[in-house]
């Protein structure tokens, strides 16, 4: 029985940590013309509500953005999933970004209203 615990332990654990969701909570925005996504996002940048910035897990400076954006290949879909109190400029800021880095299929994360 113990083993049991065990392995599922083992398991939760080593899905939290290969898994690229970085664990802050986010409350995206609704719209009406939402979509579900066809295939799971190449790179997605997460904004969370107090303005930080995450990628691949970790924390990014507003200032840095760009260099790690500029590692991805050109043409890749970025996914940007912003909470819905965040600051309007840092979205607009972290979207010009993208786009500047090459980002032609920017996707702005939106949940379809129930």
């Known amino acids: 029985m113990i083993d049991i615990i065990f392995l599922l332990l083992l398991f939760f654990l ?19 013309t939402a979509e579900s996504p066809q295939e799971r996002p190449e790179e997605v940048i997460y904004i969370s509500k107090t303005g930080e ?22 043409g890749k879909p970025i996914t940007i999933k912003a909470d819905k ?16 880095v090459g980002g032609q299929n920017v996707v702005i994360a939106a949940e379809i209203p129930e």
């Open 14 to 32: 080593l899905t939290s940590v290969f898994s690229d969701d970085p664990g802050i909570p986010l409350d995206l925005p609704q719209a009406a």
């Open 85 to 100: 109190e965040v600051a309007f400029g840092i979205f607009v800021r972290v979207l010009d970004i993208a786009k500047a």
């Open 53 to 74: 910035i995450y990628m691949n897990g970790q924390t990014v400076p507003l200032d840095n953005l760009f260099m790690e954006l500029s590692r991805i290949e050109t």
